[in-house]
């Protein structure tokens, strides 16, 4: 059985027509807790009584002058000669079909609107939060929802702890703290996201609703870190093969040694996945892991070659010296500054304080 459902307000003087979407069970919008692991999708349905009922529209009476006063949208669209502002002066009243926002969203919002507490949810899921935070962006209600976005945003965040792989959901939850000025939360995910990332973000994937500007930020990063560990073992490998350094080296052992250092830096190569061995892009590796790599990869330190029945010509790696590529890896990482990383979200504001969308 298909039916219309209505939710009506004081004064309400503007009726939005939604079309139902497939979507989670209703806790949502009757304030209960959701399950953020509830993957199960079914249409949207009500129990009215004994009945079980799909609801093919949604229709809600809202006020219009809490409309105009809490979006620039409603108020160019009703408090102008637009259409609907002419319909409405001339008939108090005025239907605006919204066939493509998500219902359940949207009387989230027009809760919080009205003061209407009893059906504004305590908390609610990434996918539902995102469907809020879209409305939202669509029609300038920021000041209004910020307060309860953040709250459910804090309390996603204390489920979910740190990241430590790069999914769609990290870029949702940077779109939705950018979205609502979460500056701390902004720096830690985007910091998150220059770590974990194991390719660069395609600016032109239209699911991805962060501004260009963000996502070249996150990109640069994590390039500029691959290509200064490859930068490290290539200087590191001419500085072995100058011909002052040959030159320098008169005993067999050390030359030797500089053939042994050469071949461990191409072996080094090889494992961080770097230079000739590198993937496009350095697909499939993260900033995370080349640290962690760095950490584990095979080093020379210590190795000692000496000649027969030659008294006192031993030569070896010494730690933290010049042929130690290990140490001078570890160097690079620290100039790095990994941990100080993360977008400032005062640098992708323009200077009036809003937004910008590219």
């Known amino acids: 059985m298909s039916l219309q459902s209505s939710q009506s307000l004081p004064k309400g003087d503007v009726e939005l027509v939604l079309a139902a979407k497939e979507t989670k069970d209703l806790a949502q919008v009757q304030g209960q807790e959701a399950s953020p692991t509830n993957e199960e999708v079914r249409p949207a349905a009500y129990n009215i009584g004994p009945l079980n009922v799909e609801v093919a529209r949604f229709k809600l009476r809202v006020s219009s002058s809490k409309l105009i006063a809490s979006s620039d949208y409603f108020k160019a669209m009703l408090d102008s000669s637009f259409r609907e502002g002419t319909e409405l002066k001339e008939k108090d009243f ?21 003061g209407n507490h009893v059906q504004v949810p305590k908390k609610i ?43 769609k959901d990290l870029l949702i939850y940077l779109w939705i703290a950018w979205l609502f000025g979460m500056k701390d939360h902004f720096e830690t995910l985007s910091k998150a996201a220059q770590h974990e990332a194991t390719s660069s973000i395609d600016f032109t994937d239209e699911r991805i609703r962060l501004p260009v500007r963000v996502l070249k930020a996150i990109n640069e990063q994590r390039t500029i870190a691959f290509q200064k560990i490859e930068k490290t073992i290539a200087n590191f490998k001419t500085q072995m093969l100058t011909v002052d350094n040959m030159k320098s080296q008169k005993l067999k052992q050390s030359k030797m040694l500089v053939s042994m250092v050469l071949g461990n830096a191409m072996f080094c190569s090889q494992e961080l996945q770097l230079g000739d061995f590198a993937l496009p892009d350095y697909a499939g590796s993260s900033v995370r892991l080349l640290r962690e790599g760095i950490d584990v990869v095979q080093t020379a330190n210590g190795l000692m070659i000496k000649a027969k029945k030659e008294a006192d010509t031993s030569r070896y790696i010494q730690d933290g010296g010049r042929w130690d590529l290990n140490y001078k890896l570890e160097e690079a990482i620290k100039a790095l500054n990994m941990d100080g990383w993360g977008l400032n979200f005062d640098d992708f504001k323009n200077i009036s304080g809003r937004i910008l969308l590219v």
């Open 125 to 167: 899921d990434l996918p539902m939060l995102n469907k809020v935070a879209i409305i939202v962006d669509k029609y300038q209600w920021h000041e209004l929802i910020t307060p309860h976005a953040t709250s459910y945003f804090d309390s996603l965040m204390n489920v979910h702890g740190p990241w430590k792989s790069f999914d």
């Open 94 to 114: 005025v239907t605006i079909e919204l066939l493509e926002d998500d219902p359940l969203a949207m009387m989230i919002i027009l809760a919080i609107l009205h």
